[in-house]
């Protein structure tokens, strides 16, 4: 078994989720940070940022960003784009205790694809909450989704397989399987990947991802003692809905205080 996001996963990633909506996304987000920011949002701090496909492109739209990730294997992605934008950097290091700036020099935080939900104990949550506020400036936003408790206890995680064409002539073969604890409040995600030429198997990884789904009020309690006011929940990427038990992921807005 694997780390999480080891860079056998990491240099699969990209062809993995060729067909994720980034742009859309990143209009989402930043749709909410005009909608509730109380000024400019000029710098951008982006924790987990994985292969750094959101920061590129909020990046491109003129914004300093700084994205972090704990995976050495998603970095040298997110490196290679960078060149292109000089108000782009990448920092490896943990959520929980990385220092990406100078205190309160962000306007707004991002923890986008479930990055809350990677941490499943509430000392490394209440961390990771703990440097978000400690570089956002009082009022700057905090925007983050999770997985949703009443979607993932109601739908239960299935087992289930993707091909995808990484190029011409080979094919991913991504298979999850999933063990829930309710009690823990987590899913522990097997991922096996295989990258096959033909009916060859050029290489197999396996890797478990343990992730944390959380409530409503849950958060509330967890963002008000980092000093982050909830502001907004809804569905992702749907956030004027409200979510019910076929919301997998929900989004949250967040405010410094």
Known sequence: MSEVFGRAYAGLYDAIYRDKDYPGECALVERLLKAHAAGPVRRLLDLGCGTGRHAEIFAGHGLEVVGVDRSAGMLEQAKARQGAYPGLRFLCGDARDVVAGEPESFDATLMLFAVLSYHTENHDVAAALATVRRHLRPGGLFLFDVWFGPAVLAQRPETRTRLVEEKPGRT?????????????????????????????????GSEIHVMRFFFPAELALLLGAARLELVRLGKFPEIEEAPDVTSWNVMVVARAV
Request: net charge neutral; hydrophobic share 40%; aromatic share 0%.
């Open 172 to 204: 991913i073969r991504r298979s999850v399987k999933a063990e829930l604890d309710i009690l823990r409040q987590c899913c522990a995600v097997n991922i096996e990947t295989s990258l096959c030429a033909g009916d060859a198997v050029m290489s197999h």
